[in-house]
């Protein structure tokens, strides 16, 4: 199937900016629904609020436009209701580690089995460009006029911290790495997470002197290295890539079937 | 049927009319005065096929049962008042995406975290106005544990019929008092299961274009109709719109949907109501005592009667003018500072003569706590 049989053409064009870095997410997920052969309507995608979140209106799965930082907890009704779908839940940065962080941390611990999709730009960009908690010290925002002093989370320790078991980072200049992790993701037994850098020319890159897309895309070629890799050896400053954590663990929903199966005594 | 006798708590007459209903899918956080409902269906629902999970917040069981009846199943969830002030903006998301759901909110004293968890009834108003923006909503209560599993049924009918979130309004009294409840046969009651469309693979299926009847037949997701669904005003598709036409359309719809079909929602029952000068309008635990108090009343020839609400919402103003329109004086009895007062003195041609019988210390309101109202109304000193 080509790439624009997963698009809902009819609702298009898309309201995101020229230039931004979601579209080059939402080609990396498609190729990689693509290229696993998946059934449309096997996926269930569920999403939150902000920019990132309109993903979810453009492609052909079943599609769940909810409530700014709840995309898990939908997704977690839905997989559990109906462990044979895939959940892809694609979030922004506030919307899954602001508003939404219980949640994440939870979505992890359970280790149910749903793909998160980080798409990271480091800021609020459909409330006009304020800070989020992975914008990071030091930065310009509509309300940091005096640059943040907030600390920003590292979504990858984060997420083996809480319990995800497999977590990966990529960008959006090495969209064909990024699709490599996702369909891993999406294949993975259990909580998946894969951060995704994606720039956001019109609200961060103007405002830190970060320039145009081309600049900010050019910057993740620049500032993040492979894990492993001999320049990461070299500069232990650049932001890694790559899988962090691959783990085989009880997913949520088996482990909840087994539980009853033993609690009936073979009797369902 | 054997073994249908129980002597349980109004919790689990709530539990027992869930699962007689067909729940399949509950999603809950600990809270008192409802934990009941939750610890019961962790070992019922399994046996029965359904699943229950223990979320991580009140917000989260919200958002789950709504996802959960996207797949077709019938979902429920549990709370009470701040657990149900917290889901508030997930409830106003079921009401605008029209998704079949039941949330039971076993009152305690408000606000804030309040009076636990002694009784209250101080949830009526939040139960219709708790989630921002116009919208339609049904409140169901009741008073005893048969009519705790029948409205819990109906409950559950409601939200299949008018696709939309249904609020089981019980109180602290209820949910933990104990009495008899007789499990109905299977199939005494009526049972209203989803509505799914007769629309094939291929076709192209609007999921939220209403039938000439007002209802919307719904896909489960992984069936052949992949549609968006949500919380932003959308069309017959559900992909987000603001043209006005389709705002004003909607918005008219989720609220019309309820408001003109009042006679068919609201519940109702009359206790020595057919020749009373002095008229009680109550509902839940409240309305125990108001019963009590009439049928003492009665047998000293007193014509005084209770018109006992087992909705609230909509609210039956019709009904409610109809039946106090003869009465020398009508006194609301209830657990808050007057809540469903002010609905029935909007509703009647003489609100003067409306009067306020109710607790709001955290104790069950007595026959005699509204007799000594009575004896002031009727001019028989204090």
Same mark, same amino acid.
């Given at each position: ?92 940065? +506030? ?5 939404? +962080? ?167 | ?382």
């Amino acid at each position: 199937m080509a790439i624009k049989d997963y698009l809902r053409q009819r609702f298009f064009p898309h309201i995101w900016c020229p230039g931004c870095g979601h579209g080059i997410v939402l080609s990396s997920l498609l190729h990689a629904v693509e290229e696993l052969g998946l059934a449309k309507n096997d996926i269930v995608m569920t999403s939150g609020i902000g920019c990132s979140a309109r993903i979810s209106g453009y492609v052909d799965f079943h599609s769940l436009h909810t409530l700014h930082g709840r995309a898990l907890a939908f997704a977690t009704g839905v997989k559990l209701a109906k462990p044979a779908l895939n959940l892809l839940v694609p979030m922004g940065d +506030g919307d899954a580690l602001a508003i939404g +962080g219980n949640h994440f941390i939870h979505a992890a611990r359970r280790n149910i089995n749903i793909t998160a999709i980080v798409m990271n730009n480091r800021i609020y960009g459909m409330t006009g460009g304020q800070f989020s908690p992975l914008s990071g010290c030091g930065k310009r925002a509509t309300t940091a006029p005096f640059l943040t002093i907030d600390q920003e989370f590292d979504v990858v320790k984060l997420a083996k911290a809480a319990g995800a078991s497999f977590v990966a980072r990529s960008t959006t200049y090495h969209a064909k790495e990024s699709t490599l992790y996702l369909k891993k993701a999406i294949m993975h037994k259990g909580f998946s997470v894969v951060e995704i850098l994606s720039q956001c020319p019109t609200h961060y890159g103007r405002k830190n002197k970060e320039g145009d897309a081309p600049d900010m895309l050019e910057l993740y070629k620049d500032t993040t290295a492979k894990l492993g890799s001999k320049a990461l050896e070299k500069n232990p400053d650049l932001i890694p890539r790559g899988i962090f954590v691959e783990e085989e663990r009880g997913e949520y929903c088996e482990e909840y079937d087994k539980l009853v199966d033993k609690a009936m005594g073979g009797a369902r | 049927m054997k073994n249908n006798i129980r002597f349980v708590q109004g919790n689990e007459a709530c539990v027992e009319g869930a699962l007689y209903a067909g729940l399949n899918f509950y999603a809950g956080y600990p809270i008192t005065p409802s934990t009941e409902i939750a610890e019961s269906l962790s070992g019922r629902l399994p046996r029965a096929g359904g699943k229950f999970i223990q979320m991580e917040d009140e917000i989260a069981s919200m958002c789950a049962i709504i996802g959960a009846s996207l797949t077709g199943k019938k979902v429920m969830t549990a709370t009470s008042g701040p657990g149900f002030s917290l889901k508030q903006e997930a409830i106003g998301y079921a009401c605008m995406a029209e998704i079949p759901c039941v949330i039971a909110n076993v009152q305690r004293g408000g606000p804030s975290t309040g009076n636990p968890t002694h009784v209250s009834q101080g949830d009526v108003n939040q139960a219709r106005w708790g989630t921002h923006g116009d919208h339609g909503i049904i409140a169901l209560t009741a008073s005893n544990h048969q009519d705790v599993f029948a409205i819990t049924v109906d409950a559950f009918n409601l939200a299949e019929t008018y696709r939309t979130p249904v609020i089981l309004l019980l109180d602290e009294a209820i949910g933990h008092m104990r009495e008899k409840l007789v499990i109905p046969e299977e199939g005494a009651l009526p049972i209203v299961d989803r509505l799914r469309t007769s629309v094939g693979k291929g076709v192209d299926y609007h999921p939220y274009l209403p039938r000439e009847d007002g209802r919307l037949p719904m896909s489960d997701f992984g069936d052949v109709h992949r549609y968006n669904v949500t919380g932003l005003f959308h069309d017959m598709w559900g992909f987000p719109s603001n043209n006005p036409r389709v705002v004003n359309e909607l918005l008219h719809h989720i609220v019309d949907k309820i408001e003109n079909n009042v006679h068919s929602i609201t519940r109702h029952k009359e206790h020595f109501l057919e020749d009373a000068d002095y008229v009680m309008v109550s509902y839940g635990s409240s309305a125990r005592s108001a019963i009590h108090l009439a049928k003492n009343r009665r047998k000293r020839g007193e014509k005084i009667g209770v018109l006992e609400l087992q909705s609230i919402w909509p609210f039956p103003t019709a009904m409610i003018r109809e039946k106090c329109s003869g009465a020398k004086a009508v006194i609301v009895v209830e657990m808050n500072m007057g809540q469903v007062l002010a609905q029935v003195k909007s509703a009647v041609d003489h609100p003067e003569n409306v009067f306020l019988a109710n607790r709001i210390d955290g104790e069950l309101i007595t026959p005699t706590d509204i007799k000594q109202l009575l004896r002031v109304i009727q001019g028989r000193g204090v």
